[in-house]
């Protein structure tokens, strides 16, 4: 049952690229007559996705002989080598997917499809199932086997293990029932070879989108996945089961309730559908960054509450011989060590110094095996960052990464790593990944002053519940952000823009002052507050446009009235005083002349909400000034030289 709406424009983010299909079995007649086979319609969307990144692609097509699928790590050339060299019976009915591999390296047995039922179920899936683990366990148990290290194929023999069981052999009641006892992000579907012509799906957390045909339907991780084949399109809601026939597509909530989707037509062309709808990868990344958020803090807790950061594989014995930890980054990720040293330092009591990678080597650093060296990297493949690296191992510290990208060098050579769930950082400047890598910092932090004791039980649920809250409230600044966006279009002739900060607002600064650089190719420049007294304080002119990121009036006082006190002396000397401040802290506004509040939070967490106004201020203020706010000029993604 589906109900009519006008165009809508869908604002997705998902970490893989996802595709269904179910075709009329005549079809397959008119596969060689050029009509849809679902092995084209599946590759054509795969295709379309691919500008996700993703490290391994896999197709599984339903067939008279049976399922049949290929999957290769890699790119998608690789399948489709394997698919010339094995090619696929046609079929109408069939399901893709790219990974961007979260749980388990790219290899060719973690790509999706994964298969259970002794062949006859295909699963793929998107996000994180935070209770694999024990659900792992108890199917093993139960006689299961697994071939990979994947939450994804624990997904599929759950779902195997119900429909011979409770589900009835009903492949869309075995999914409800799936889908109640499985806890964190996902987006699944199922084929199987009792149910032919049927692609059965589900999300929780993770985008679905139909595509309606004519005498055929779709599935996408987004419209752009179908946007060739059709532009009438059905967004599902939370907890949602849907099936799909070539010419039926029938809606439940996990219980098996009918539910109803809202029909709305594509009008984006499948340029702009990559980017969900926004004008660039850039302005989606900004506005992905609650999910990004949020994904990262999935599935770190165990039932007890106790934070379990499995990836990390160096053992708490050795975590509590650390006496001191060296943070090695670069750019943005630098900054997110910076922020980090506030947080550890105070929960742990753990000197943490924050050295930048090029510069580490060639000052005969103290280092030695009670020293934990921490490398922050989007796409650990920064050179400057991996040659730190092995010199720090070459004196016999620990490594331990924290990566945005699954199996790239960096973690490849630690002996730990701690991976971000931001999922594809498309945008050469770094935008979610940076709130992902403080994210990560804090999980780090908390579960050394777990191990070692620093903090009770109690108190780390506690902070861990306030992050938990730190999603919702970067949206609620996303969605505040009208006023900032038109003071950059008043600004966009700016000539430079000067950042303040304090504590942990001083690398917020930094991060705002480098996002203006990096895309508006603006002279910015961001410093400690404390700092303008000893000579900065020079540059400040009738105009000169000074954003200062005050820290909340509830920490501690000397800090909120010394970043005011600053404010006033600027002010008197001319400048143009753009606060961010917290809700509710009034002092500000008597000598800012823009004042931009971020929702209350604890003061080591407000650089996760401090930020997002001046990623989204560079950012419109570039596309003012008609950059290219994606590629910008002179940049790389990743500085894989020296
Ligand atoms: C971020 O906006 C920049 N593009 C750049 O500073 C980047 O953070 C730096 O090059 C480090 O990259 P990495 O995180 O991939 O190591």
């Known amino acids: 049952m589906l109900s009519a709406s006008g165009p809508r424009a869908g604002t997705l983010s998902a970490m893989c690229g996802i595709i269904g299909y179910a075709g009329r079995p005549d079809a397959v007649a008119g596969i060689s007559a050029g009509g849809h086979g679902a092995l084209d319609v599946v590759m054509e969307g795969l295709r379309r996705l691919e500008y996700r990144g993703y490290d391994s692609a896999g197709v599984a097509v339903l067939t008279p002989l049976g399922i049949e699928y290929r999957k290769k790590s890699g790119k998608l050339a690789n399948l489709v080598a394997e698919l010339a060299a094995a090619p696929l019976t046609p079929a109408t009915t069939g399901i893709g997917h790219t990974r961007w591999a979260t749980h388990g390296g790219p290899t060719d047995e973690n790509a999706h499809p994964h298969l259970a039922d002794n062949g006859r179920l295909a699963v793929i899936h998107n996000g994180i199932i935070e209770n694999f683990a024990e659900l792992k366990a108890e199917l093993l148990d139960a006689g299961a086997e697994f071939v990979s290290e994947t939450d994804t194929e624990v997904a599929a023999a759950l779902l195997a293990s119900i429909y011979r069981g409770d589900g009835d052999a009903d492949l869309a009641k075995s999914m409800q029932l799936a889908c109640q006892q499985l806890e964190g992000a996902f ?51 939370q907890d949602q089961v849907v099936t799909i026939t070539p010419d039926t597509v029938a809606i439940t909530d996990f219980y098996g309730e009918p539910a109803v989707g809202t029909e709305f037509h594509v009008n984006w062309d499948a340029a702009a559908a990559e980017k969900g709808g926004y004008d660039s990868f850039m302005e989606k990344e900004i506005n992905d960054q609650p999910q990004a958020v949020g994904d990262t803090l999935l599935g770190r807790s165990d039932v007890d509450g106790r934070l379990t950061l499995d990836e990390l594989r160096v053992s708490p014995e050795e975590l509590k011989n650390v006496n001191k930890i060296m943070v090695l980054a670069c750019g943005t990720s630098a900054y997110a060590g910076q922020v980090a040293k506030y947080a550890i330092e105070h929960w742990c009591r753990l000197p943490v110094e924050v050295e930048l990678s090029h510069e580490f080597r060639y000052r005969d650093p103290i280092v030695d095996s009670n020293t934990l060296v921490v490398a922050i990297s989007q796409s650990g493949e920064t050179m400057d960052t991996l040659m730190a690296v092995r010199y720090a191992k070459e004196q016999g510290a620990k490594i331990l990464a924290i990566c945005n990208t699954n199996g790239s060098t960096i973690p490849r050579e630690s002996d730990a790593v701690l991976y971000t769930h931001a999922g594809p950082e498309i945008a050469v400047a770094s935008t979610k990944a940076f709130l992902a890598q403080i994210t990560a910092a804090y999980l780090l932090g908390l579960y050394l002053a777990q191990i ?98 005050v820290p909340s009036p509830r920490g501690r006082d000397s800090l909120h009235a010394k970043v005011v006190s600053n404010i006033q002396e600027i002010r008197a000397r001319g400048a143009k005083t753009i606060v961010i401040a917290e809700e509710g802290d009034d002092a500000v506004k008597a000598y800012a002349e823009h004042v931009f509040y971020v929702p209350e939070t604890p003061t080591l967490l407000a650089p996760l909400l401090t930020t997002v106004p001046l990623q989204i201020f560079a950012c419109e203020l570039a596309s003012a000034k008609g950059f290219d706010v994606d590629q910008p000029r002179n940049l790389a993604k990743s500085v894989t030289v020296e």
Not at 224 to 237: C, M, P, Y
Not at 480 to 486: A, L, R, T
């Open 452 to 549: 070692r004791g620093n903090k009770f039980q109690g108190e780390i649920k506690d902070i861990l519940a306030d992050l938990a809250k730190v999603p919702d409230k970067i949206q609620q600044v996303l969605d505040n952000s009208g006023q900032i966006k038109e003071l950059a279009q008043l600004m966009k002739d700016t000539r430079s823009v000067l950042f303040l900060g304090r504590h942990v607002g001083f690398p917020v600064a930094m991060e705002g002052a480098l996002k203006l650089k990096e895309l508006a190719y603006i002279h910015a420049e961001g410093f400690a507050a404390g700092e303008l007294k000893h000579g900065p304080i020079a540059l400040i002119e009738e105009g000169q446009p000074v954003f200062v990121v």
């Open 187 to 237: 987006t699944l579907l199922a084929v199987h070879t009792d149910s032919p012509g049927t692609v059965v799906a589900a999300r929780r957390n993770s985008p679905l989108v139909v595509g309606l045909g004519e005498g055929e339907n779709f599935l996408g991780s987004d419209v752009s996945g179908f946007i060739d084949f059709t532009r009438r399109a059905v967004e599902l809601g």
